[in-house]
């Protein structure tokens, strides 16, 4: 495993499987690392989220240079704690614990719910919905585990000079990081 100044810099796809850390929404790691490959290749490094720094203000659904934005939000299934009442998916005080979109905190439906056995259910997210606006990072972090975090995804990020998202971070919370170790993963040490 990992140290954990090395865990802090970000890991690579060989640690995050030795590590046995696994995280919603980068599950399509081989294409992945394919496409960070083909994309960021000439870059020796690339921008990321340190989520210890992100503050939640939704810049990241609005200022991303591409139509949807290259950040997501991801589930660390090491710290997540499979709740029936999920405060990041659930509307505060929902009318039901079902997913009836009047009971949903996420705007476009991208974080989905599956049962897993009594009282446990798994929360992932769907990438191509997901437009890294942060609420439910936002309902997980104040009153759940702090399991669902932002990420710069690689497979659709441009790396771009300067990240306008970045520029406009309330958190400062962009960093550049090693194009081989491209992600800071969220794990029950680094919580
Ligand atoms: S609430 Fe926002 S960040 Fe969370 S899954 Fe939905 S679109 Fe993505
Ligand atoms: S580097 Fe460019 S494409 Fe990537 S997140 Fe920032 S603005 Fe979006
Ligand atoms: S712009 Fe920065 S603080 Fe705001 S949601 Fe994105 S990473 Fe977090």
Same mark, same amino acid.
């Given at each position: ?42 870059? %020796?490094?690339?921008?990321? +989220?340190? $989520?210890?720094?992100?503050? @939640? =203000?939704? @810049?990241?659904?609005?200022?991303? !240079?591409? $139509?949807?934005?290259?950040?997501? &939000? !991801? ?9 029936? *009442?999920?405060?990041? /998916?659930?509307? $505060?005080?929902? +009318? ?7 009971? *949903? ?10 049962? +897993? ?5 798994? /929360? ?6 997901? +437009?890294? &606006?942060?609420? =439910? !990072?936002?309902? =997980?972090?104040?009153?759940? #585990?702090?399991? *669902?975090? *932002? ?9 771009? #000079?300067? &990240? ?11 960093? %550049?990081? $090693? ?13």
């Amino acid at each position: 495993m990992a140290d954990s100044e090395s865990e802090r810099n970000g890991m690579s796809r060989r640690d995050f499987v030795r590590g046995g850390v696994r995280v919603a929404g980068m599950t399509a790691a081989g294409a992945l690392t394919g496409a960070l490959a083909d994309r960021a290749a000439p870059a %020796r490094e690339v921008w990321q +989220i340190d $989520p210890t720094k992100c503050v @939640r =203000c939704g @810049r990241c659904a609005t200022e991303c !240079v591409l $139509p949807q934005s290259a950040v997501k &939000c !991801v589930n660390s299934f090491d710290i997540c704690g499979y709740c029936d *009442l999920c405060t990041g /998916y659930f509307e $505060p005080d929902p +009318i039901d614990l079902n997913t009836g979109a009047e009971n *949903l905190l996420c705007p476009t439906g991208a974080l989905i719910r599956k049962f +897993i056995e009594d009282p446990y259910y798994e /929360y992932t997210i769907d990438e191509d919905l997901c +437009i890294g &606006c942060a609420k =439910c !990072v936002e309902g =997980c972090e104040l009153f759940g #585990n702090g399991s *669902l975090y *932002l990420q710069v995804r690689h497979d659709r990020c441009l790396n771009c #000079n300067e &990240c306008s998202i970045a520029k406009v971070c309330a958190g400062d919370a962009f960093v %550049r990081v $090693p194009a081989d170790r491209p992600y800071l993963f969220k794990t029950m040490r680094s919580h």
